[in-house]
């Protein structure tokens, strides 16, 4: 959905959106609902509301697909890309919810798309407590115990432990 900037009334727009959004390596498996506020000061657009979205996620832990709902606070600026200038700086804290657009239209699927990927886990869990799998047998330790032993020693360290049974002497 694009938003004329010229069109924003001095108090403000309140707009509904679900759009279908794809974003780069996130299974995204409901249309993104927003509910968003617009106002223009001189140059600027403030866009702030909530939005929510539904992912489908793999647990980086287990492995067992999960789903995961998304509801996140949305508040950015937006400035002319003009203003920008050639100048290239580093960004600053205070600078984290800045976005630019250029023309006179705001692209609002951008601006959905780039909070899904900007809020996803990057290791996403199933649950906070996941256990995960065996490195040795592979069982999911959610679900069950293995009789896997953790008591082997890395042979790099083996002369470590030489030493520490020669101190014990």
């Not at 617009?38 to 697909?65: F, H, P, Q, Y």
């Not at 100048?87 to 630019?100: C, R, S, T």
Request: charge should be negative; glycine fraction near 8%.
């Amino acid at each position: 959905m694009k938003i004329q900037i010229a069109d924003i009334p001095e108090e403000g727009l309140a707009v509904d959106v679900e759009e279908e959004i794809g974003a780069e390596g996130i299974s995204v498996v409901s249309p993104a609902k927003a509910w968003l506020s617009i106002t223009k000061v001189a140059s600027e657009v403030v866009v702030s509301g909530e939005m929510s979205v539904e992912l489908d996620n793999v647990c980086s832990r287990c492995l067992k697909g999960f789903r995961q709902v998304l509801k996140l606070p949305v508040h950015v600026v937006y400035h002319p890309v003009e203003e920008v200038g050639a100048a290239k700086h580093e960004l600053h804290n205070d600078e984290m919810d800045m976005g630019f657009y250029r023309g006179d239209e705001l692209d609002l699927l951008d601006l959905l798309r780039e909070q899904v990927m900007l809020n996803a886990q990057m290791k996403p869990l199933c649950d906070e407590a996941c256990k995960g799998i065996c490195p040795k047998c592979g069982i999911d330790l959610n679900s069950g115990t293995c009789a896997c032993t953790d008591h082997e020693i890395d042979p790099r360290l083996e002369v470590l432990k030489k030493l520490l049974d020669k101190g014990k002497e």
